[in-house]
């Protein structure tokens, strides 16, 4: 029965912008790395403007705009050269003006898109707006009392608003990971989920397969975690499928998502526009923009996400699931491209792909294990350049590789000397495994003529007993040589 339905899923994106000050007065918008402005002594980071003092003017944040437009070119986005700052009207404790300073009809960014991984090409999602606004204040809720802490009012905001042109939760998560790795990439939003820098709105609706018109939508709020907003849109997929086959009607709501229960919860109606009694800002003149400053800002855009994709394919043949990976990521990109560099010109492609292994496996680990960036780790590029050398060279084994690099996170040590003192130098002297293998063959009649005789996978138990027999040391291509070598 549920085959008969699809789901239909757009997102509202709300990416903080990581400028110094706020948008319409001077009170800080960030604080130092990994503290949110609503963490510090509440309601301390305020001033007459973004506490909605009566007789206080906001000023617009020249580098707010600019922000704005660097993701709308990013985006493939309409630049509008004249947009309008409008009030959209409504009461909540966090809210102290009773309106909220947000774009309307017409916003600093029209329509674009955004392509996403797709099954054998990438997908074309489009994007209907991007528009400025200030951030609200946030409600603290304690036992029996609700306190409001106004730090974040007047925090900087774009809304980067979808088609409803994704049909699963998957797609929904892919879409979300490349507009994350892309506001990061441009250095206009932290990205850090957790202190609310980047949290996501994900309207729901399911239709008959086939049918033309959209179902009626629900709306889940503010949640600010790839897996989480997955997981809460099957869950709202599946709800509406079982209401509408149980005879039902979908109402149009906004929803909450309640982690730990895996459900949506209804929180309200949804508001509609109207709603809102939207009407322009009489505080703020039209914003007007030159063609000529929207180009010199083109110009300083970085190299994007899916132009670093492309060049990290066809630059160092890497895989499209390593190169996505890597370009979708700061972090793990901008060291990848440090640790590169120290290589000499040529074919990379196998130390890129060793790159790669680590970066996206023991590293991630390590820094996953210890909630400690990458970059802030006692790991350098220096380090694992070296260690991509010796892995390569064979002068350790895989596993070898696996503890010096575990070794080196705790101690920053050089990864020569690692080796050295924990005694990880593979034996890759002929004369010193030959009679090894030949011990383990004569003990083995067997098996050695099995192998002799074309069963390949026994090789693997000859390479086995040869590791067992020499600590660990023994280089398994040597010995797997050594072994055909002597049954030949």
Same mark, same amino acid.
């Given at each position: ?287 007007? +923009? /030159?063609? %000529? ?6 110009? @300083?855009?970085? $190299? !994007?996400?899916?132009? &670093? ?49 680590? +970066? /996206?496996? %023991? ?6 294990? @210890?909630?400690? $960036? !990458?970059?802030?780790? &006692? ?110």
């Amino acid at each position: 029965m549920q085959s008969e339905f699809e789901a239909v899923i757009g997102l509202e994106v709300h990416c903080q912008l990581s400028t110094r000050s706020k948008i319409f007065c001077a009170c800080p918008a960030r604080m130092t790395e990994g503290q949110s402005v609503a963490d510090i002594t509440p309601n301390l980071n305020t001033c007459p403007v973004c506490t909605g003092q009566p007789g206080a003017l906001p000023v617009l944040n020249k580098k707010v705009v600019e922000y704005a437009v660097l993701a709308g070119l990013a985006t493939h986005c309409e630049i509008q050269m004249h947009s309008v700052f409008s009030r959209k009207n409504y009461f909540y404790p966090d809210l102290p003006k009773g309106y909220q300073i947000s774009q309307y009809d017409l916003p600093v960014c029209g329509k674009g898109w955004l392509e996403i991984p797709g099954g054998s090409a990438p997908k074309r999602i489009g994007i209907t707006r991007i528009h400025l606004e200030e951030d609200a204040g946030k409600n603290v809720h304690e036992v029996g009392y609700s306190a409001v802490n106004l730090n974040r009012a007047g925090v900087p905001l774009i809304e980067i608003v979808s088609e409803p042109e994704m049909f699963s939760a998957e797609e929904a998560g892919a879409y979300l990971r490349t507009l994350h790795s892309l506001v990061v990439t441009l250095g206009i939003c932290d990205g850090n989920m957790q202190e609310g820098n980047f949290r996501c709105d994900a309207n729901v609706s399911v239709r008959k397969r086939g049918a033309t018109a959209l179902g009626t939508r629900a709306e889940i709020k503010n949640v600010n975690s790839f897996r989480f907003i997955e997981k809460a849109i099957e869950y709202e997929i599946q709800r509406q499928i079982q209401v509408v086959v149980s005879g039902g009607q979908v109402v149009q709501e906004t929803r909450g998502y309640d982690s730990d229960k895996n459900v949506t919860l209804s929180q309200r109606s949804k508001e509609e526009a109207h709603d809102y009694r939207y009407f322009p800002d009489p505080d703020l003149l039209p914003l007007r +923009l /030159t063609p %000529e400053w929207v180009e010199k800002l083109r110009g @300083a855009l970085p $190299e !994007l996400p899916d132009q &670093k994709r492309a060049r990290y394919s066809e630059q160092y043949k890497l895989s499209s699931q390593d190169a996505g990976t890597l370009s979708n990521s700061k972090s793990l990109s901008d060291f990848f491209e440090r640790t590169i560099a120290l290589f000499p010109a040529g074919d990379l492609s196998a130390p890129a792909k060793a790159i790669v292994n680590f +970066l /996206t496996g %023991e590293l991630t680990r390590l820094s996953s294990e @210890a909630s400690v $960036e !990458l970059a802030q780790s &006692k790991v350098t590029p220096r380090h694992l350049a070296d260690l991509v050398q010796v892995s390569l060279s064979g002068v350790i084994s895989s596993s070898g590789a696996k503890q010096v690099l575990i070794s080196v996170w705790n101690s920053g040590a050089p990864v020569d000397s690692v080796i050295e003192k924990e005694g990880l130098k593979q034996v890759s002297d002929v004369g010193a495994l030959e009679p090894i293998v030949q011990k383990i063959i004569d003990s083995n009649p067997s098996q050695a003529a099995e192998l002799k005789a074309g069963k390949e996978k026994l090789m693997s138990f000859f390479v086995g007993q040869a590791m067992k027999a020499s600590g660990g040391k023994a280089n398994p291509a040597l010995v797997s040589q050594i072994v055909k070598k002597l049954l030949a």
